[in-house]
């Protein structure tokens, strides 16, 4: 009988391509919209992911997401150095500075542009919490430890540097940031000395981020007291995380984080305090409405359609089992073909895309909700279908 | 089970002796209504009737008399009010809905007025639905379907689609449907009346030939009156009861 439930399927094509148009779309904006809303939420915690190496985030015990900075004392530094399971643990420094850029003096008599950049100071000896390697696009990290160095992320520089010949960079590629190697700005009246560019996970401020050592920092973010923001630390092999985070807590009265943990709360504040899960909540349930209307109205009708042809069946002594069984048969092919094609399309759209701003991220579990999404409403129009073919007289057969 | 099987071996005993075959169908006090108060329609009041095996058995009369909520009963597609039916035997009026599918499947054959072909499907493969009903495999199935049809004179268009063909031809195909499996029953409802008078006979004729065997029951509904003396025996039925029952075979000899 399955061979009869594929060729009733796809026996009239316009129908079959308009089911399974309908189960595209739906798994395409549940996986479209999904990827932009996780890579959004990825976004806000950039900087957590940004910084390999150390396992454990300590801060202030009020501190309730990555920009939520409270600076602590420098003593508390020592505390969490003394922590049994601990390490190693370095300071960081997070916090704003301003950047005063004297235009190219070949240009002449430009104004000077002034531009707010997230700072951040990396432990001096150690440069915990430095872009990778692979991530360095000109200069190198060892230059960081020169008097007055920085490192800037690539992707801010165009506002830093609006008179660049920009246009260059596509031909150039990374050859291009070679330029802005030994140039200098001032942030608080303290040179800064471009020693590198390299990339940055892309946050949700428009900042630019420039990097420099954590003894540095101190000069260029003079209006600050204290500066230590967070200090990042290791736990000794053997060890979890989990729990030298506890004792952390215990011992210093300090707020400590697994890199994980601390992701989530991050995560977990932004979905708490902003629009974006709400917003994008809703456009993605709109998309499964409206993929289950479509695809569902579809699947029905072509269903009710074929009544008669289900009647004839049920007469001929095909029981209802069977009948069910050619139902759900088609319903998972459909369901198969919308939702790879949707899944496929949603991920060419991630690849064009993957250079540009738009944040896209397709997490492997979002394969399998989009997987449930498409089931679910596959199930739900052929459950309809379905108890119109039970509740079928073949009587009508006659009529 | 065993009850049931008890009572075909008796009931056949009795059945037998009649003129000609023996008592394929009989039918018992059969009473059907459709809808309730103002709108309800008795569309049987009792009706008692016999079917002879090796027969060709015609239900006639006026539209709206009942001869299709009969035929339905009777091929086991419809409940009815009240009565039996009995067909070789078994009596499928006390069969659960599931077994009363079974027994369609295995022992009866139907003939559509509007062909009821499925459109996706070849002609072979259209005729060899039953079988795939029954558990074949589809190329065993199409196999054997399609020498039928050839016997049917459709061994040109065994991969032509229903909508490539003609009413007699679409009927030819139901016809090689209704009898792949050899079923015991056939059971047609008008299968003439989407037909032109040319085209109608032919189909008749081929009903005659093909369908009516020693062992076998043929019932045929029609009110197309120039077809009536294909019939052995002609049933005249009006406002949900038989007025008359002819014997054809016997006036003809
Ligand atoms: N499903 C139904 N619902 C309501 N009334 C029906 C239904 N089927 C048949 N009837 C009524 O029962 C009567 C007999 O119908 P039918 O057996 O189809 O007659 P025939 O086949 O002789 O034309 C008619 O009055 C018809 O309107
Ligand atoms: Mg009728």
Redesign the interface.
């Known amino acids: 009988m399955a061979w009869i439930a594929v060729k009733m399927l796809v026996g009239d094509r316009a129908k079959f391509l308009g089911i399974v148009l309908g189960l595209t779309f739906a798994a395409l904006l549940i996986t479209q919209q999904g990827s932009i809303f996780c890579g959004l939420m990825l976004r806000t915690c950039a900087q957590i992911t940004d910084i390999t190496g150390a396992d454990l985030w300590v801060m202030d015990p009020s501190v309730r997401f990555i920009d939520d900075v409270k600076p602590m004392l420098e003593s508390a530094l020592y505390r969490v150095r003394g922590v049994e399971g601990v390490r190693w643990a370095v300071p960081l420094y997070k916090g704003q500075a301003r950047a005063k850029i004297n235009p190219n003096v070949a240009h002449g008599n430009e104004p000077t542009i002034i531009e707010q950049v997230v700072l951040l100071g990396l432990d001096d000896a150690t440069l915990v919490g430095a872009p990778h390697p692979n991530k360095i696009y000109a200069g190198s990290l060892r230059d960081l430890r020169l008097p007055d160095a920085v490192m800037v992320d690539h992707s801010r520089l165009e506002k830093l540097y609006p008179k660049e010949n920009w246009a260059d960079l596509p031909r150039l590629g990374n050859a291009f940031y070679q330029r802005f190697l030994r140039r200098q700005f001032e942030m608080n009246d303290h040179r800064a000395l471009i020693v590198g560019v390299c990339e940055a996970t892309r946050t949700f401020q428009t900042n630019a981020v420039v990097y420099t050592t954590y003894s540095r920092a101190k000069n260029y973010a003079a209006q600050e007291r204290k500066i230590l923001s967070y200090i990042l630390a290791k736990t000794e092999p053997g060890l979890a995380p989990q729990a030298v985070a506890r004792r952390i807590e215990t011992t210093t009265g300090l707020g400590a984080r697994t890199s994980n943990q601390f992701l989530w709360m991050t995560i977990d504040y932004y979905l708490k305090y902003t629009g974006i899960p709400i917003n994008f909540g809703i456009t993605a349930l709109l998309g499964f409405l409206v993929g289950t209307a479509i695809a569902g109205q579809t699947f029905y009708n072509f269903t009710i359609e074929n009544l008669k042809q289900f009647a004839a069946l049920k007469a001929m002594g095909a029981t209802n089992g069977r009948i069910v069984g050619m139902i759900l048969l088609q319903a998972v092919i459909v369901g198969f073909l919308g939702y790879g094609i949707g899944v496929g399309l949603a991920a060419l759209f991630g690849l064009r895309t993957a250079n540009t701003e738009l944040a896209f991220f397709t997490p492997w579990q979002l394969l399998p909700v989009t997987a449930a999404a498409i089931v679910l409403i596959c199930i739900l129009s052929s459950m309809l279908s379905v108890q119109r073919v039970l509740r079928l007289e073949p009587a009508i057969v006659f009529r | 089970m065993v009850g049931e099987i008890a009572v075909e071996s008796g009931e056949r005993a009795a059945m037998g002796g009649a003129a000609g075959g023996r008592v394929a169908i009989r039918v018992r006090g059969l009473c059907k209504h459709f809808g309730r108060g103002e709108q309800r329609v008795s569309a049987l009041r009792g009706i008692d009737w016999e079917v002879q095996t090796g027969e060709l058995s015609m239900i006639v009369g006026p539209s709206g008399c009942g001869k ?1 909520t009969l ?2 009963v009777i ?1 086991g ?2 409940n009815c009010d009240a009565g039996q039916v009995n067909i070789f035997g078994q009596e499928t009026t006390r069969l659960s809905d ?1 077994a009363r ?6 022992h ?1 054959g ?1 003939i ?3 062909y ?1 072909l ?4 070849t002609a072979a ?1 259209n005729a060899a ?2 079988l ?3 558990g074949w495999g ?1 190329d065993r199935a199409v196999r054997r379907a399609s020498a039928l049809l050839d016997s049917l004179g459709m061994g040109a268009k065994l991969g032509s689609l229903p909508n490539q063909l003609s009413g007699g031809q679409m009927q030819r195909v139901a016809i090689a ?1 209704a009898l792949v499996h050899e079923p015991r029953l056939l059971v047609c ?1 008008e299968p003439t009346a989407a037909l032109d008078h040319e085209t109608g006979l032919n189909v008749m004729n081929l009903l005659r030939e093909q369908a009516v065997r020693p062992d076998r029951a043929v019932v045929v509904v029609t009110h197309d009156n120039r077809v009536f003396h294909f019939g052995d025996r002609l049933t005249r039925m009006d406002d949900g009861a038989i007025v008359e029952i002819v014997d054809q075979r016997r006036g003809a000899a």
């Open positions: 299709t035929l339905s091929a597609i419809l599931s599918t079974r027994f369609r499947a295995a009866i139907f559509f007025q509007q009821n499925l459109p996706a499907l493969e639905v039953p795939v009903i029954a589809r449907r409802d």
